[in-house]
């Protein structure tokens, strides 16, 4: 799915000092948000919404369809399975370092109610013009408008940087999508590829990979069905292998993850691959005249 | 987290996985006290990676003379950038088969998954590419855990025989080993059938997941110290992840995968990156003991700053790191690209307080700081 303003989101964790700063941010940009948690604030309000001791809770008092959560990594097994519970549609988790096996709970119950994780470690996801759920600058008009670009990252930081320079170019987008740093993540890139593909708004979509793992290779085998050009960018070309590049998921180990490797099952299906950020712009314009003629 | 074997075989015994009698030793003397105390015993290396047998740095020794010796040659020999400080002088068991088995994280299922071979040994990852029926894969669904009967049920028709309910049991005890260890890779290579009918753990590989080292403090503090320069580790100690790259082109950003693409870029116009340093997430307030950081490798003649501002605020960055160059007054160009979150008022203080304009584009900003770091050269 793609977050629309129409959608009632939830803040786990949200009295917190991020909580705060965010809620704030996507309260303003025009993102409806119904409710928070804190377990020991129950009963108040905070920033005019009121907060509960869990998601199950809020969700008998108010439809919720996305919650949001920031939670440090420790209790975020808890804080994922109660908001599966509450029978959210999506969960977006921003915290990054949750130990591998509390993911892989999180993953279960998620599969058992239906719920659409996006995360862990992400940045979240924006619609521009409309709402954003996560700690993207969407507020920011040099980097974010709205358009016909789907915009599908890895990385927050890079995705931010690509946004941009479309926004830069004259490009809007229709959608963000901030699949997470982690290597098991809810929504894949293929996931996330699938759903802008789907979107009447998404003219074009761009893919920020990142070395590690093979999700830019699963990636690759849906875009060969599409019709819908698709330029990529995959970060890490000058990153020695067998190093967690800061992300634990972007690691070279072997023959796996390898730049070239993701470089050339995306070529093999027709897509466009970028050596610099920059160069995005210019492939996404010869991909849609390409279309166009 | 690694471990050397010497640290992880005590864990699978307290869980009930036998392993043969031990001693750890740190000079050749004492290997030779151990081996008389011991018998026929294997002399082996304790380093944190796979590749010692190969490296030759696990030998057979049948007396204590025998064992003094080989301690003499592995002592002091590097394998795979470790230098062997210490021996585990282990009683040899009398082999009737080798087996295989793994515990670990499955990324595809995001669930966990057991590997189990007959063919145990030195070259299983060869037997794993060249002969894919011989590596069993045994899918775990994590709500429901892994008991004696799926294992048994899992081991039907391997040709374990009568050790077949023995071979489970191991089974079953080292997923509890992986679930309360939190582990990434529980490895026994080989687990093997005795003449006299036993299951023991010959070795063992295990890395636990660094995102849990606050729920297993007790095995932090046992922990294979990783491999690291000076300055690796200087960053490690602050919070931060720090890769030196041979380069001369500093590089700071936020975010690894913004930190990464500056690295392409500045390989892309024909520069070689220095490092790979991020102060991104919780990290970005830390731009100072960053910048000191960068500042320790004397091969840097030029410094980039790319900021993309989402979580991590530009303004706070930016703020930090120009205080500590102040500070520093370091004698190398420096060039900034600021974008997203607290964008105008970082580049506000890069105007105020240096004087410089922030390139727009993080190209131009790439190409200024190769420039200047071939001019320099």
Same mark, same amino acid.
């Given at each position: 799915?793609?977050?629309?303003?129409?959608?009632?989101?939830?803040?786990?964790?949200?009295?917190?000092?991020?909580?705060?700063?965010?809620?704030?941010?996507?309260?303003?940009?025009?993102?409806?948000?119904?409710?928070?948690?804190?377990?020991?604030?129950?009963?108040?309000?905070?920033?005019?919404?009121?907060?509960?001791?869990?998601?199950?809770?809020?969700?008998?008092?108010?439809?919720?369809?996305?919650?949001?959560?920031?939670?440090?990594?420790?209790?975020?097994?808890?804080?994922?399975?109660?908001?599966?519970?509450?029978?959210?549609?999506?969960?977006?988790?921003?915290?990054?370092?949750?130990?591998?096996?509390?993911?892989?709970?999180?993953?279960?119950?998620?599969?058992?109610?239906?719920?659409?994780?996006?995360?862990?470690?992400?940045?979240?996801?924006?619609?521009?013009?409309?709402?954003?759920?996560?700690?993207?600058?969407?507020?920011?008009?040099?980097?974010?408008?709205?358009?016909?670009?789907?915009?599908?990252?890895?990385?927050?930081?890079?995705?931010?940087?690509?946004?941009?320079?479309?926004?830069?170019?004259?490009?809007?987008?229709?959608?963000?999508?901030?699949?997470?740093?982690?290597?098991?993540?809810?929504?894949?890139?293929?996931?996330?590829?699938?759903?802008?593909?789907?979107?009447?708004?998404?003219?074009?979509?761009?893919?920020?990979?990142?070395?590690?793992?093979?999700?830019?290779?699963?990636?690759?085998?849906?875009?060969?069905?599409?019709?819908?050009?698709?330029?990529?960018?995959?970060?890490?070309?000058?990153?020695?292998?067998?190093?967690?590049?800061?992300?634990?998921?972007?690691?070279?180990?072997?023959?796996?993850?390898?730049?070239?490797?993701?470089?050339?099952?995306?070529?093999?299906?027709?897509?466009?691959?970028?050596?610099?950020?920059?160069?995005?712009?210019?492939?996404?314009?010869?991909?849609?005249?390409?279309?166009?003629? | 987290?690694?471990?050397?074997?010497?640290?992880?075989?005590?864990?699978?015994?307290?869980?009930?996985?036998?392993?043969?009698?031990?001693?750890?030793?740190?000079?050749?003397?004492?290997?030779?006290?151990?081996?008389?105390?011991?018998?026929?015993?294997?002399?082996?290396?304790?380093?944190?990676?796979?590749?010692?047998?190969?490296?030759?740095?696990?030998?057979?020794?049948?007396?204590?003379?025998?064992?003094?010796?080989?301690?003499?040659?592995?002592?002091?020999?590097?394998? $795979?950038?470790?230098? @062997?400080?210490?021996?585990?002088?282990?009683?040899?068991?009398?082999?009737?088969?080798?087996?295989?088995?793994?515990?670990?994280?499955?990324?595809?299922?995001?669930?966990?998954?057991?590997?189990?071979?007959?063919?145990?040994?030195?070259?299983?990852?060869?037997?794993?590419?060249?002969?894919?029926?011989?590596?069993?894969?045994?899918?775990?669904?994590?709500?429901?855990?892994?008991?004696?009967?799926?294992?048994?049920?899992?081991?039907?028709?391997?040709?374990?025989?009568?050790?077949?309910?023995?071979?489970?049991?191991?089974?079953?005890?080292?997923?509890?080993?992986?679930?309360?260890? $939190?582990?990434?890779?529980?490895?026994?290579?080989?687990?093997?059938?005795?003449?006299?009918?036993?299951?023991?753990?010959?070795?063992?590989?295990?890395?636990?997941?660094?995102?849990?080292?606050?729920?297993?403090?007790?095995? @932090?503090?046992?922990?294979?110290?990783?491999?690291?320069?000076?300055?690796?580790?200087?960053?490690?100690?602050?919070?931060?992840?720090?890769?030196?790259?041979?380069?001369?082109?500093?590089?700071?950003?936020?975010?690894?995968?913004?930190?990464?693409?500056?690295?392409?870029?500045?390989?892309?116009?024909?520069?070689?990156?220095?490092?790979?340093?991020?102060?991104?997430?919780?990290?970005?307030?830390?731009?100072?003991?960053?910048?000191?950081?960068?500042?320790?490798?004397? $091969?840097?003649?030029?410094?980039?700053?790319?900021?993309?501002?989402?979580?991590?605020?530009?303004?706070?960055?930016?703020?930090?790191?120009?205080?500590?160059?102040?500070?520093?007054?370091?004698?190398?160009?420096?060039?900034?690209?600021?974008?997203?979150?607290?964008?105008?008022?970082?580049?506000?203080?890069?105007?105020?307080?240096?004087?410089?304009?922030?390139?727009?584009?993080? $190209?131009?900003?790439?190409?200024?700081?190769?420039?200047?770091?071939?001019?320099?050269?």
């Amino acid at each position: 799915m793609i977050v629309r303003k129409e959608h009632k989101v939830l803040v786990q964790g949200i009295t917190g000092k991020q909580g705060t700063f965010w809620t704030k941010a996507m309260q303003d940009y025009g993102t409806s948000v119904v409710a928070g948690v804190n377990p020991r604030k129950a009963g108040t309000e905070h920033l005019e919404v009121p907060v509960y001791a869990c998601a199950v809770d809020a969700a008998r008092d108010t439809p919720i369809d996305v919650s949001v959560m920031f939670i440090p990594p420790m209790a975020a097994k808890a804080a994922a399975i109660d908001a599966c519970e509450a029978g959210v549609k999506m969960l977006v988790c921003l915290t990054e370092h949750i130990p591998a096996h509390d993911v892989m709970e999180m993953h279960a119950a998620a599969a058992a109610n239906a719920v659409r994780i996006v995360g862990p470690n992400t940045a979240g996801v924006v619609t521009p013009g409309e709402c954003f759920v996560g700690i993207m600058p969407a507020f920011n008009a040099n980097v974010f408008r709205p358009g016909e670009i789907g915009v599908i990252s890895r990385s927050g930081s890079l995705g931010t940087l690509v946004s941009l320079n479309l926004t830069q170019s004259g490009f809007g987008q229709s959608a963000f999508y901030g699949v997470g740093g982690d290597p098991m993540i809810g929504t894949t890139s293929r996931d996330a590829l699938e759903i802008l593909d789907a979107d009447a708004r998404t003219k074009a979509v761009v893919l920020c990979g990142e070395i590690g793992g093979s999700a830019e290779e699963s990636a690759a085998e849906y875009a060969a069905e599409m019709s819908k050009p698709v330029v990529a960018f995959i970060a890490g070309r000058a990153s020695p292998p067998g190093k967690k590049m800061g992300h634990a998921g972007a690691i070279v180990s072997g023959s796996s993850g390898a730049y070239g490797a993701k470089r050339a099952a995306l070529e093999a299906v027709g897509v466009s691959v970028a050596d610099v950020p920059s160069q995005i712009p210019v492939l996404l314009k010869e991909g849609l005249d390409r279309k166009a003629a | 987290m690694n471990f050397e074997e010497y640290r992880a075989k005590p864990l699978l015994e307290t869980c009930g996985v036998a392993v043969p009698a031990s001693e750890l030793v740190w000079d050749a003397d004492a290997a030779e006290v151990a081996a008389a105390r011991i018998g026929k015993c294997v002399v082996k290396a304790q380093v944190p990676t796979g590749k010692r047998g190969k490296a030759g740095g696990i030998k057979l020794a049948a007396t204590s003379e025998e064992a003094k010796a080989h301690a003499q040659a592995i002592l002091g020999m590097e394998i $795979d950038g470790h230098r @062997v400080e210490k021996l585990l002088i282990e009683a040899q068991v009398p082999i009737a088969q080798e087996l295989y088995v793994a515990v670990l994280n499955d990324v595809a299922s995001k669930n966990p998954l057991i590997l189990f071979s007959m063919m145990g040994g030195m070259d299983v990852e060869e037997v794993a590419e060249t002969d894919p029926e011989a590596m069993r894969k045994i899918p775990v669904d994590i709500t429901k855990g892994f008991d004696l009967s799926s294992a048994q049920r899992a081991l039907e028709g391997c040709g374990l025989g009568e050790m077949q309910a023995a071979v489970a049991d191991v089974l079953v005890k080292l997923y509890r080993a992986y679930r309360d260890r $939190d582990a990434e890779l529980l490895e026994i290579n080989p687990l093997v059938l005795t003449d006299n009918g036993q299951v023991v753990a010959l070795d063992c590989k295990l890395t636990i997941d660094d995102s849990a080292a606050p729920r297993q403090a007790e095995l @932090v503090e046992q922990a294979a110290p990783e491999l690291m320069t000076a300055l690796e580790l200087k960053a490690h100690e602050a919070g931060l992840k720090y890769i030196a790259l041979g380069g001369s082109v500093g590089v700071l950003a936020n975010g690894a995968g913004l930190t990464m693409t500056s690295m392409d870029a500045i390989t892309h116009y024909g520069g070689e990156p220095a490092n790979f340093l991020e102060i991104g997430g919780e990290a970005y307030t830390k731009s100072k003991i960053a910048l000191s950081i960068l500042l320790e490798n004397t $091969d840097i003649r030029s410094l980039l700053v790319n900021f993309c501002g989402a979580f991590a605020r530009t303004d706070v960055m930016t703020e930090g790191l120009v205080a500590a160059w102040k500070d520093l007054a370091p004698d190398i160009p420096i060039f900034f690209t600021i974008h997203g979150t607290g964008e105008d008022e970082a580049v506000k203080i890069v105007r105020e307080e240096l004087g410089l304009e922030p390139f727009d584009l993080m $190209d131009d900003a790439v190409k200024a700081a190769v420039a200047a770091a071939a001019e320099a050269a």
